[in-house]
T-cell receptor
């Protein structure tokens, strides 16, 4: 089935540094979503992307829908301790179109921020 | 308001118990989802309800039984679970199944002893 490859798996950064993570697929995706999950909580939707080439910001977060429709990246600028958590990309591919809202998730990027 | 609530927050149950997880949303969403999540792994889809009807069952064992009493409520009935069923159970909702922005609740941490 369709899969999303998310990288890196984990990141250890200093407070104030910028962060970049990405998701790639071997097939075309129609929708890209980025979620953040804090320990013991549910994922929180950060950004949703619907058009190839779309660049969207949410505060210090910026995400882009790749031109080839096979990738997406998420950047976090000037990281702070509360950015700690696991970031998941998720998408809806062409093959899962009309499969009832079924999302495909990446494996997650675990972010640690050192004060 | 994009809030999905789930109760209880934590649940410990024996393998012979029967318990239920509850989920509620008041966003007028017509699609609701149950996911299972193991530590540091992505959520795994279990069930999808669309307009209060079960539309997807991802080959989930029958010891998990979903129910959608109305458009705001989603239950997951548990019976004769196994220790490997211990996980975080997440409920989510979206406007409908053609809208892919899903909003998750905080989850129920289930431990089966």
């Amino acid at each position: 089935g369709q899969q999303l490859n998310q990288s890196p798996q984990s990141m250890f950064i200093q407070e104030g540094e910028d962060v970049s993570m990405n998701c790639t697929s071997s097939s075309i995706f129609n929708t890209w979503l980025w979620y953040k999950q804090d320990p013991g909580e549910g994922p929180v939707l950060l950004i949703a992307l619907y058009k190839a080439g779309e660049l969207t910001s949410n505060g210090r977060l910026t995400a882009q829908f790749g031109i080839t429709r096979k990738d997406s990246f998420l950047n976090i600028s000037a990281s702070i301790p509360s950015d700690v958590g696991i970031y998941f990309c998720a998408g809806q591919g062409l093959r899962s179109y009309n499969q009832g809202g079924k999302l495909i998730f990446g494996q997650g990027t675990e972010l640690s921020v050192k004060p | 308001d994009t809030e999905v609530t789930q109760t209880p927050k934590h649940l410990v149950m024996g393998m012979t118990n029967k318990k239920s997880l509850k989920c509620e949303q008041h966003m007028g969403h017509r699609a609701m989802y149950w996911y299972k999540q193991k530590a540091k792994k992505p959520p795994e889809l279990m069930f999808v309800y669309s307009y209060e009807k079960l539309s997807i069952n991802e080959s989930v064992p029958s010891r998990f039984s979903p129910e959608c009493p109305n458009s705001s409520l989603l239950n997951l009935h548990l019976h004769a679970l196994q220790p490997e069923d211990s996980a975080l159970y997440l409920c989510a909702s979206s406007q409908d199944t053609s809208t892919y922005e899903q909003y998750f609740g905080p989850g129920t941490r289930l431990t089966v002893t």
